[in-house]
């Protein structure tokens, strides 16, 4: 049985340390003049209410309860709500973009990819090219 409460409580950190971390965006768009700083603003706000509430009412007495199935919903629920919650912004701000690029912006932000499409595909392909030859037990020929 999963421990939703204990997953969701540490979701609720994690959006608040990822509103508090929007900060320098805030006060550089404001220093600079640029009016993008309201949309960093409204998404820290939403991002802030919706943590304290996912922590608030998660919290329970005992100690956060983990095992295997736990921390593979916990990696895959943290990775959607950062990448969904850092792409408020993107949607809000004086360029708004659609939620597919907001999305991919995301996720090319919190990866620190920011590299084309195309390029990462042939990594990741050519990864998986050298993980097939070493499971395959693969071997230089001796003769060399």
Avoid at 35 to 64: E, H, P, W
Wanted: hydrophobic share 50%.
């Amino acid at each position: 049985m999963a421990h939703f409460r204990s997953i969701f409580y540490l979701i609720g950190w994690l959006i608040i340390i990822l509103a508090v971390a929007m900060m320098p965006s805030v006060f550089l768009d404001f220093w600079d003049g640029v009016q993008d700083y309201r949309a960093y603003l409204f998404a820290q706000v939403v991002m802030i209410f919706l943590g304290v509430l996912f922590v608030f009412s998660n919290k329970s007495s005992t100690d956060i309860d983990f095992d295997k199935r736990d921390s593979f919903l916990l990696t895959t629920f943290s990775w959607l709500f950062a990448v969904g919650f850092s792409a408020l912004p993107f949607m809000l701000s004086s360029v708004p973009l659609s939620l597919t690029d907001a999305f991919f912006e995301s996720v090319s932000g919190l990866t620190t990819t920011g590299r084309p499409f195309w390029k990462s595909l042939i990594n990741c392909l050519e990864g998986f090219c050298f993980g097939v030859r070493c499971c395959s037990g693969w071997e230089e020929s001796e003769s060399l």
